[in-house]
């Protein structure tokens, strides 16, 4: 039986799932309830000095049918009483001792940093996160990204409350910097005992195009915010691939930013998260949904053999190379499954206007089912995602696996390209279509209009 | 006229009888289950009758675990396959789910559960690992959804099992009785072999329990007996003519139907007799032979205990409704040749047909029940159990139609499941 038990930092907890610091986890009386409902650990929605908030405060950017893709917030860090938030520390620690319970601080000084410090260790506290990253208001006010986005700056801060922290301290990594790693090697120098990314990017989440102005709208205005949720999910995991494949960064890291389901952890793991935070699958379809996370991690690693998480944290690390590093030699080339293809022709097209002109149509009309132009087929794998059915277009292996020779390799070698004799295209095996042949096309039939 | 062809071939019988829930594949699930909300104390839970956790393997299928979804689905209810096929959904789940207050389809529930649980079916994909044997022996008289749901709970919590079934085949009126067109044989009898294998209870089979000294043998060597022997045979009308060939009871004629498909013979007229679901089968069925049917109910159309649903789907196979006519006799020489009707203004009206079908009711198995002492039943016949489906016999607890009288598959399926956790905590 797979055994989910978690040691983060000396962080423990029963399962690897927490809340991110967020409206979830804005009281004791949620923290509780998700802890009910199954989910491990919990970073308390971030304490510090006292703020007020506006009204309409998030945007959503739905794509289709599908609500909430994105997400975005203009929201600051809690505007509870601290005496309160540290109360209901106590409570819910007294409550649920096995539980990861861990503080999410933003402060200015060096004193408060110190004194709140001190104030969540006394609460029970099992760590605390520093909240570098909100990518509005706060930074405004010299804290959030504007301080997380300074490497110097944030390693300043870590050594502060690293003086006198008896409890891990995790630093929370803004994505809002074009090299996160930098501010990774920033909190291992500061002494941070963990980091955890991403926070939210700033971004405009959509704008009324009657009233011209983005959301949320406050009173006619708005202004940017902070982006999460699904769709952000493949940046955060770039982000936790450079951090963990960072030489200088040893510490455990724990991975945010997209995560809904089962998968998704796994994925973060595979990539050497530690832990997963969730904010944004709560904020949509509340707690309940850790049965299905837990339930399907189970059962991966079950049927994978993986008794706990240590079996395949950073799994997928090794496989992930600098392009110069890939085997030039492995060729793949698409095949229709025929009896699966209902005829939408939604490959053709993709392949024809927007890739390599490898997808041919029958000339009886009355056969919708595309075929693949071998010699012309670059094994891009567009057809392949834009077919609708499952499987039914499938990437075939042609090489024979006997060859294999990287970029780095063949220019190492000395075989360096002098003209354009790429075997994948332009020349070799790969034919493209004369310009005029674009106004000959008869197909399809209503394109042209009479 | 009649809108079937009469299937010759066991082909034109599937086609006829072509499933109304047919499986799903997997893009069609994907995309299925990508339009569930996720709501909130979920409404489609509280009207399933087994309260499977449906949010939650919808879900699992769409995040791609299959068999992570059968086993959400298995963990409430046994016939997870079946019932998704043969459940009245349109009054259950489905019924319930909050897009019906949109106008937009309910999530096609009952198509997403059959879709998981046949991938965990076909791949004999195992979830259970069945405690250490107690000791203790069980006796289960029918082997239809609530005997085997309770068998498999049983079994689960280390009992011995032995299942006594009158029938050559496991599963009762799941592939006895349900309508062809809602589930195959296969697709019953496979449901049926997974559990069995999974599960390992024995299933005696062509044994019937009918004798004082079955019963006394039965009490001597298990500690407890569970009763699920369903209903009895149709009714009888009291009518004149009732005797004469070609006059079937419906659940009868279905069972020879489900049985032997298009080697059995439906003549060209039918006339079918009652308001039930049964009797909505029954014309439905015979339509789909070829034959042409009428259905006479007693009463009005809205006083038919029937679902709506049923009764639509009746009429779309071409069958006729004849409301406020009761039977009077049934008329011919030797066989059926017409059936004599009263209309509500007591004039009689005379249908020319070769068969007369009663979906008129069943029986209680009384015969069976008097030989156990202190066992009581209802005026109707029901067994009466308390709440814990223990009867007036504390060696025996009952569920399924022989308690209610006849509900549904889920709902034996629920009730056997929740009978062998008594008689776990009774026995443990
Ligand atoms: C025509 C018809 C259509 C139906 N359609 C549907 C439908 O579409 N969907 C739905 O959900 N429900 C349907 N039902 C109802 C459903 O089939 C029953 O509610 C359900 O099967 C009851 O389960 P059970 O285990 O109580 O009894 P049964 O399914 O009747 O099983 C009882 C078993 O006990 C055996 N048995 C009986 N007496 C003895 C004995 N003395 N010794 C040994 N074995 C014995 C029988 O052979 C049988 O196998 C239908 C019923 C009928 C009659
Ligand atoms: C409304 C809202 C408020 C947030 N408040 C905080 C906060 O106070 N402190 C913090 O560290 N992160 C905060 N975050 C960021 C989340 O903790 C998390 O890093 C981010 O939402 C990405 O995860 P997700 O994709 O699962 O939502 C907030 C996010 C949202 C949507
Ligand atoms: S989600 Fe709740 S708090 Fe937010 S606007 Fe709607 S009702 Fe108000
Ligand atoms: S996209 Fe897929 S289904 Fe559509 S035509 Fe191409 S192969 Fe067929
Ligand atoms: S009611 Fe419908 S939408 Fe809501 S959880 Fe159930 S199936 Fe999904």
Redesign the pocket.
């Known amino acids: 039986m797979a055994n989910l038990q978690t040691n983060f930092a000396g962080i423990k907890s029963p399962n690897p799932f927490w809340l991110a610091s967020a409206p979830p986890t804005n009281s004791g009386y949620q923290i509780m309830k998700a802890f009910d409902a199954g989910w491990g650990g919990a970073v308390w929605k971030t304490l510090g000095v006292p703020v007020v908030n506006v009204s309409s405060r998030y945007g959503s950017l739905n794509y289709r049918d599908t609500r909430m893709m994105g997400f975005n917030n203009i929201e600051l860090i809690t505007d509870r009483p601290l005496k309160d938030n540290l109360r209901e520390i106590e409570e819910v620690k007294k409550r649920f001792p096995n539980h990861a319970v861990i503080a999410s601080l933003m402060v200015e000084t060096k004193e408060e940093w110190h004194a709140i410090m001190r104030d969540v260790t006394n609460a029970g506290a099992d760590g605390v996160e520093l909240n570098f990253g909100c990518p509005h208001g706060m930074c405004e006010r010299g804290m959030g990204s504007a301080v997380g986005q300074e490497p110097k700056i944030l390693k300043m801060i870590v050594e502060w409350v690293k003086e006198v922290a008896t409890i891990p301290v995790i630093v929370k990594l803004t994505p809002n910097i074009s090299d996160i790693t930098r501010l990774a090697v920033a909190a291992v120098e500061g002494g941070g005992d963990a980091i955890s990314l991403i926070n939210t990017i700033q971004s405009i989440i959509g704008v009324d195009i009657d009233n011209f102005v983005p959301y949320p709208i406050v009173d006619g205005k708005s202004t940017n915010g902070g982006y999460c949720g699904p769709a952000v999910k493949p940046i955060a995991m770039n982000m936790l691939k450079n951090c963990a494949q960072h030489p200088q960064v040893k510490i455990p890291i724990s991975g945010i930013g997209g995560v809904e389901n089962w998968r998704d952890a796994v994925e973060f793991i595979l990539l050497g998260a530690s832990s997963v935070q969730v904010c944004t699958a709560v904020m949509h379809y509340g707690f309940g949904i850790i049965r299905e996370m837990i339930l399907g991690l189970e059962q991966y690693m079950d049927e994978k053999g993986f008794k706990t998480l240590d079996d395949f944290r950073g799994k997928a690390l090794p496989n992930i190379v600098h392009w110069e590093d890939l085997n030039m030699k492995y060729k793949v080339v698409a095949d229709i499954n025929e009896d699966k293809c209902i005829g939408c022709q939604l490959c053709y097209t993709a392949c024809e206007d927007g890739a390599h002109q490898a997808i041919g149509l029958s000339d009886d009309l009355l056969n919708r089912k595309p075929h693949i132009i071998e010699e012309n087929c670059v094994g891009c794998n567009l057809c392949s995602v834009v077919c609708p059915v499952e499987d039914c277009i499938t990437m075939q292996r042609k090489d024979d696996g006997k060859e294999n020779i990287t970029w780095k390799e063949r220019t190492l070698a000395g075989d360096i390209p002098e003209t354009f004799n790429d075997e994948l295209a332009g020349g070799l095996h790969h034919w493209v279509p004369e310009p005029v042949d674009a106004l000959s096309k008869k197909i399809p039939l209503h394109y042209k209009v009479k | 006229m009649s809108e079937y062809k009469t299937p010759q071939t066991e082909e034109e019988f599937e086609k006829n009888f072509s499933q109304i829930k047919p499986l799903m594949s997997q893009t069609e699930a994907y995309y299925e289950s990508s339009r569930c909300l996720f709501c909130y104390d979920a409404p489609c839970v509280n009207a399933c009758p087994t309260g499977i956790d449906i949010p939650l393997f919808i879900r699992q299928i769409n995040a791609k675990n299959e068999m992570g979804a059968a086993k959400t689905i298995y963990d409430s209810n046994y016939f997870g396959y079946a019932?998704g096929k043969?459940?009245?959904t349109e009054v259950l789940c489905e019924g319930a789910c909050v897009y019906n207050h949109s106008d937009v389809m309910p999530i096609a529930i009952g198509r997403l559960q059959s879709f998981a649980t046949g991938k965990a079916i076909s791949n004999d994909k195992k979830f259970y690992t069945l405690a250490n044997s107690n000791g203790k022996k069980v006796a289960i008289?029918?082997?239809?959804?609530?005997?085997i749901s309770c068998a498999c709970e049983l079994r689960l919590h280390g009992f011995e099992v032995d299942v006594?079934?009158?029938?050559e085949k496991?599963?009762?009126?799941?592939v006895?009785?349900?309508?062809p067109y809602?589930i195959t044989n296969d697709e019953a009898l496979n449901e049926m072999e997974y559990l069995q294998k999974q599960f390992g209870y024995k299933v005696h089979y062509n044994?019937?329990?009918?004798t004082k000294e079955d019963i006394a043998l039965l009490e001597k060597n298990y500690d407890t007996i569970f009763i699920?022997?369903?209903?009895g045979k149709t009714s009888d009308l009291k009518i004149k003519g009732e005797e004469l060939e070609n006059v079937f009871g419906?659940?009868e004629f279905?069972e020879q139907l489900r049985m032997n498909h298009h080697k059995i013979t439906v003549p060209k007229k039918v006339v079918v007799l009652g308001g039930g679901?049964?009797a909505m089968?029954?014309a439905s069925e015979c339509a789909r032979m070829g034959a042409e049917v009428i259905l006479a109910y007693r009463r009005s159309k809205e006083e038919m205990p029937a679902y709506n649903f049923e009764y639509e789907l009746a009429k779309t196979v071409g069958v006729a409704g004849m409301f406020n006519f009761t039977p009077v006799e049934i008329l011919g020489n030797g066989k059926v040749s017409g059936i004599k009707l009263k209309s509500a203004d007591g004039t009689e009206h005379t249908l020319n047909c070769d068969w007369v079908v009663k979906g008129t009711g069943?029986t209680k198995?009384l015969d069976?029940l008097n030989l156990i002492g202190e066992l009581k039943t209802d005026e109707k016949g029901k067994i009466i159990v308390n709440e814990i489906f223990q009867t007036t016999n504390k060696k025996y607890f009952a569920?399924?139609?022989?308690v209610?009288g006849?509900?549904?598959?889920?709902?034996?399926v629920a009730n056997?499941k929740k009978a062998a956790i008594a008689i776990v905590d009774l026995l443990k």
């Open positions: 019932c043969v459940c009245p008289i029918g082997a239809g959804p609530a005997g006594f079934e009158a029938k496991p599963s009762g009126l799941t006895h009785g349900v309508a809602k044994k019937t329990i009918t699920a022997i369903g209903l419906a659940v279905v679901n049964t089968d029954a069943q198995q069976l569920a399924g139609d022989a209610s006849g509900q549904e598959v889920v709902n034996a056997g």
